[in-house]
T-cell receptor, first 114, second 109 residues
Framework: KAGVTQTPRYLIKTRGQQVTLSCSPI?????VSWYQQTPGQGLQFLFE???????NKGNFPGRFSGRQFSNSRSEMNVSTLELGDSALYLC?????????????FGQGTRLTVV | GENVEQHPSTLSVQEGDSAVIKCTYS??????FPWYKQELGKRPQLIID?????GEKKDQRIAVTLNKTAKHFSLHITETQPEDSAVYFC????????FGKGNQVVVIP
């Protein structure tokens, strides 16, 4: 079956702009989590959505937001982009939220803010 | 929320030797501890995981141990090979799946 798909793969934006990233989970998976990956900081948790509801949110400013649709696809939005937002944004899907579910990652969206 | 610490940040080993990566976590309610391997330019992929009711788990050359009392868990790779070179992330699931900062493992042929 198809894996987790993230679009676009690469994105270049200017400071102050906003951006929307998309994540299509594996079919049947209802949980989608988003992570920011930067060198030296590992995978920092942004938020998790399950059945269209945000279950948890990490320590990121309100400029970072997300949503999940009824088909489990998820989007994250970053407004008023800053240079420090340049990173690889990864989403991960699992069948359910919590428990012992394996999280499957997408290939990520590489965002560069100039 | 859960906080995961991972040490050392970089580990170089001779091919055939063992590599050990150690992690600590903060949330005593965490019950699931996966390890992910990320090769350069690729997505993180699960290599092994352990549940809180198990102390040790092995899968060929890879093993993971968990000490719930001390909130420590470790990844052991034996007989390392060049293809083991990658970044390894430990994670703990409490209210969220939280990751450590990663270890760069370099296997020297």
């Amino acid at each position: 079956k198809a894996g987790v798909t993230q679009t676009p793969r690469y994105l270049i934006k200017t400071r102050g702009q906003q951006v929307t990233l998309s994540c299509s989970p594996i079919s049947g998976h209802r949980s989608v989590s988003w992570y920011q990956q930067t060198p030296g900081q590992g995978l920092q948790f942004l938020f998790e959505y399950f059945s269209e509801t945000q279950r948890n949110k990490g320590n990121f400013p309100g400029r970072f937001s997300g949503r999940q649709f009824s088909n489990s696809r998820s989007e994250m939005n970053v407004s008023t982009l800053e240079l420090g937002d340049s990173a690889l944004y990864l989403c991960a899907s699992s069948r359910n939220s919590g428990g012992f579910e394996e999280a499957f990652f997408g290939q990520g969206t590489r965002l560069t803010v100039v | 929320g859960e906080n995961v610490e991972q040490h050392p940040s970089t580990l170089s080993v001779q091919e055939g030797d063992s590599a050990v990566i150690k992690c600590t976590y903060s949330d005593s309610a965490s019950n699931y501890f996966p390890w992910y391997k990320q090769e350069l330019g690729k997505r993180p992929q699960l290599i092994i995981d352990i549940r809180s009711n198990v102390g040790e788990k092995k899968d060929q050359r890879i093993a993971v141990t968990l000490n719930k009392t001390a909130k420590h868990f470790s990844l052991h790779i034996t007989e390392t090979q060049p293809e083991d070179s990658a970044v390894y992330f430990c994670a703990a699931r409490g209210d969220r799946l939280a990751f450590g900062k990663g270890n760069q493992v370099v296997v020297i042929p």
